[in-house]
């Protein structure tokens, strides 16, 4: 089974592939393709917060793509010695839409997607782009939610 791993950048991205790899069978799986896509007319085309590389002037395409892959490079890495295949293919467009047609196009059996990663609030269940993946995707979606926060505890109300 081909799996996709799609990323946007976001800690909770790379936490969606970690928690595949927590429960999936590698003998079952023959290709792992972690996917991003870079949203060339967006404000922001692509937002890396895991791959360590810091701001050079987000201003252009070119440093939009290397955060991408320098993300993907993140990402992939965490399949390193797994057992299946791993690609990392770059894609352009609406992420949402890239994410359908690469599943048709590389037959996948599983797409795993993060919800809520860009959200304006903790209280988005599901991200837009989660949404129309789950919605439209050809083959079953596992959409890892964040984990949720405990609530912090004053000293005040301790006593």
């Known amino acids: 089974m081909h799996v996709i791993v799609a990323i946007d950048g976001s800690r909770q991205s790379l936490s969606a592939a970690r928690y595949l790899k ?10 792992v393709s972690v996917i991003a896509v870079i949203r060339p007319l ?9 791959s360590g590389i810091q701001g050079r002037g987000m201003d252009d395409l070119t440093t939009f793509r290397d955060s991408a892959e320098a993300a993907m490079a993140k990402v992939a890495a965490e399949f390193d ?3 299946p295949k791993v690609h990392q293919r770059l894609r352009s467009g609406s992420p949402a839409n890239e994410i359908i047609k690469a599943a048709k196009q590389l037959g996948a059996g599983l797409v795993v997607v993060a919800s809520g990663a860009r959200g304006i609030s903790s209280t988005v269940l599901i991200g837009s782009t989660a949404q129309r993946v789950q919605h439209y995707s050809p083959c079953p979606v596992l959409v890892v939610r964040p984990t949720p926060r405990k609530p912090r505890t004053s000293r005040r109300s301790r006593s």
């Open 22 to 31: 927590s429960f999936a069978d590698p003998g079952t799986i023959t290709d």
């Open 42 to 50: 967006a404000a922001v085309a692509f937002a890396d917060e895991i």
């Open 81 to 83: 010695g797994w057992g």
